[in-house]
């Protein structure tokens, strides 16, 4: 599966932005996403995941409660509604994929479970 994130950009403390993470190539239902970020001088953490049919939603500590995933299997998209954004936010964001038919713990265990990733998406948060 061949995956691309959008909808980043510039956002005051405390504003909010959607991800966007369209799929292409294999069948979406067939893979949970997850979403990932990656601040400068930082390891890539995890921040959110979801599974196969949605029904099924998993969020980093630092994000719970302000980000909401989702995913619409229809359009092979899926997506991350960032609120309450706050200056750690800052980050490039990349949507990812386990293999397919992989439970939404691959994903929950860190990078280390991605077997696909988008290009990502730069989020800025300024004060």
């Known amino acids: 599966v061949q995956l691309q994130a959008s909808g980043g950009g510039l956002v005051q403390a405390g504003g909010s932005l959607r991800l966007s993470c369209a799929a292409s190539?294999?069948?979406?239902?067939?893979?949970?996403i997850g979403w990932f970020r990656q601040a400068p001088g930082k390891e890539r953490e995890f921040v959110a995941a979801?599974?196969?049919?949605?029904?099924?939603?998993y969020y980093s500590d630092s994000v719970k409660g302000r980000f909401t995933i989702s995913r619409d299997n229809a359009e092979n998209m899926a997506y991350l509604q960032m609120n309450s954004l706050n200056l750690e936010d800052t980050a490039v964001y990349y949507c990812?994929?386990?293999?397919?038919?992989?439970?939404?713990?691959?994903?929950?265990?860190?990078?280390?479970?991605?077997?696909?990733w988008g290009k990502g998406t730069q989020v800025t948060v300024s004060s």
């Open positions: 990812a994929a386990p293999r397919e038919n992989e439970p939404i713990v691959t994903l929950i265990r860190g990078a280390r479970g991605v077997n696909f």
């Open positions: 190539g294999h069948t979406f239902s067939s893979y949970c």
């Open positions: 979801i599974s196969w049919s949605g029904g099924s939603t």
